[in-house]
């Protein structure tokens, strides 16, 4: 009987996605030119080491914890020596000259806190460009699954209808039985191929990742600039201050089901896919990217707060 034939077809057809031929540009979001970080500002590593009396005295650690990732430890010294010659008591010609210098160490200063805050917004941006960029591309696949989707249950109405309609017109009853059996099959099978379908993918790029890092949990990075590399993965700056908050960003991922089975195979291809240069994906996997993109973005915005709160006791 040839019916027998329709249903596997139908099943067969539903388990095969389909590769749109969407252009998705590579690099939109990327910097336009490649940064260069002055060395003379590198976060040092020894932090403790490099505090003094004085300036645990003047500033609370936590300030100067994010003064040694924005790499003004020395010149914070400098401006304490210069403040003390600033106060003693010396002649009126030179008073001025003093208290210039230490305005322009103020100066200095703020000019360096400002542009790694100026970094971190720069960061924000491009980790929200990528996240709307996962999402405008995750809708589009996720229009197209849904118009073909439409398109199967309308065909399976019709089909049932003209079902309904040739067992009634058709007097014999051999043509009823094959016109209703037939007609009953196909409606099936278009509803079994409307759950089955895989929806549509595309070939969705991305080089500079930077979720890379962050799930790797790095302990130095050639993505994100040393400043802010430094906040993310140093401990001292999350709020428990037990572990850093690109560890915490990675168990949310994983405690709330985004990135759950990672010892099966399928979670091992997702986390490729995810954290390295891109590959094939679906809508919810574009999805998914997004999320996680605008997750890892309120991390790094709210790390102004920070450059915020030293920047007061500095001018203070």
């Not at 998705?24 to 336009?32: A, N, T």
């Not at 976060?43 to 914890?65: G, I, S, V």
């Not at 089975?261 to 490729?272: I, M, N, V, W, Y």
Request: aromatic share 6%; glycine share 8%; hydrophobic share 40%.
């Amino acid at each position: 009987m040839r019916h027998r034939y329709l249903l596997p077809l139908l099943l067969a057809l539903g388990g095969c996605a389909t590769a749109t031929r969407l252009q998705v540009p590579v690099g939109y979001c990327d910097p336009p030119l490649p940064s260069h970080y002055n060395p003379a500002f590198a976060p040092r590593a020894d932090f403790d080491a490099a505090l003094t009396p004085a300036l645990l005295a003047r500033y609370p650690r936590r300030n100067l914890l994010t003064a040694n990732a924005v790499g003004i430890l020395p010149l914070l010294q400098e401006l304490l020596a210069l403040e003390q010659t600033a106060s003693w008591p010396q002649p009126r010609r030179q008073q001025p000259a003093a208290e210039l210098a230490v305005l322009r160490q103020r100066q200095r200063i703020q000019a360096q806190i400002s542009l790694v805050s100026s970094t971190v917004s720069s960061l924000a941006a491009e980790l929200d460009c990528e996240g709307e960029r996962a999402d405008q591309v995750a809708g589009y696949l996720q229009h197209l699954d849904d118009r073909r989707t439409q398109r199967l249950n309308v065909l399976g109405i019709s089909v049932g209808a003209a079902s309904g309609i040739g067992t009634t017109v058709i007097d014999s009853k051999p043509g009823q039985y094959a016109f209703g059996i037939g007609g009953g099959l196909l409606a099936a099978g278009l509803g079994l191929l409307t759950l089955r379908q895989q929806g549509h993918t595309v070939e969705f790029r991305h080089p500079r990742n930077l979720l890379t890092d962050v799930w790797a949990e790095a302990p130095t990075s050639a993505t994100w600039p040393p400043s802010v590399w430094y906040m993310l993965s140093t401990p001292a700056f999350s709020n428990a201050g037990q572990t850093s908050l690109a560890h915490n960003a990675r168990q949310r991922w994983q405690h709330y089901g985004q990135l759950a089975h990672l010892d099966s195979k399928q979670g091992q291809e997702l986390t490729a896919l995810l954290f390295g240069e891109g590959g094939t994906y679906s809508a919810d996997e574009l999805t998914l990217r997004a999320n996680l993109l605008n997750e890892l973005q309120s991390a790094v915005r709210l790390l102004n707060q920070e450059l915020q709160a030293l920047q007061l006791v500095v001018n203070s």
